[in-house]
């Protein structure tokens, strides 16, 4: 397998513009995460879903921030409009259930930078 | 106060000396990982543990889930091991991982 895909691997965009990430996870894993990581805070958890439903997304930190995981093979990350604050690595992660610990495999991450 | 905690938070040591990081938690688990992140990579499993001690290579990991702390351990460090590594714990009732904020090693030559 090619383990889970994030593109783009780099973005830069100035303030004020739209942002949209995309997630494959892993075939046959129905868990899958977003999460975004600073210097500052580590790594948070913004939201995961369970079968393509949306479990927890209480880390999104506010409306300008939205994901979707329309299919089993595909989930987007949008913020609209994006700040500077935003610039952080975004990964995103996928697991299978049923496996007991919760072990997950992350993406190679975006690497977002607002101006 | 974080469900995960981890020191030290910065490490410098040098090469070939042994090295101990710590994480602590304060909430019952299933399952406890430590990760490895290389400076602007990715990241990667190293371990799961859910009772006493795994080994690869140079790298061991134990846990004590009475006391609710786990160590990993590098023997015989070397440059290749600078990275972060992050605890983080399984909780099997959620489907998420808790994190710790990470511990940012420097091994130098």
């Known amino acids: 397998d090619a383990g889970v895909i994030q593109s783009p691997r780099h973005e830069v965009t100035e303030m004020g513009q739209e942002v949209t990430l995309r997630c494959k996870p892993i075939s046959g894993h129905d868990y899958l995460f977003w999460y975004r990581q600073t210097m500052m805070r580590g790594l948070e958890l913004l939201i995961y879903?369970?079968?393509?439903?949306?479990?927890?997304d209480s880390g999104m930190p506010e409306d300008r921030f939205s994901a979707k995981m329309p299919n089993a093979s595909f989930s987007t990350l949008k913020i609209q409009p994006s700040e500077p604050r935003d610039s952080a690595v975004y990964f995103c992660a996928s697991r299978k259930s049923g496996t007991g610990g919760g072990e997950q495999y992350f993406g190679p991450g975006t690497r977002l930078t607002v101006t | 106060k974080n469900e995960v905690e981890q020191s030290p938070q910065n490490l410098t040591a040098q090469e070939g000396e042994f090295i101990t990081i710590n994480c602590s938690y304060s909430v019952g688990i299933s399952a406890l990982h430590w990760l490895q992140q290389h400076p602007g990579g990715g990241i990667v499993s190293l371990f799961m543990l859910s009772s006493g001690k795994k080994k690869h290579g140079r790298l061991i990991a134990t846990i004590n889930i009475q006391e609710k702390h786990s160590s990993l351990h590098i023997t015989a460090s070397h440059p290749r091991d600078s990275a972060v590594y992050i605890c983080?714990?399984?909780?099997?009732?959620?489907?998420?991982?808790?994190f710790g904020k990470g511990t940012k090693l420097s091994v130098k030559p």
């Open positions: 983080a714990v399984f909780r099997g009732s959620q489907g998420n991982l808790i």
């Open positions: 879903f369970n079968n393509n439903v949306p479990i927890d």
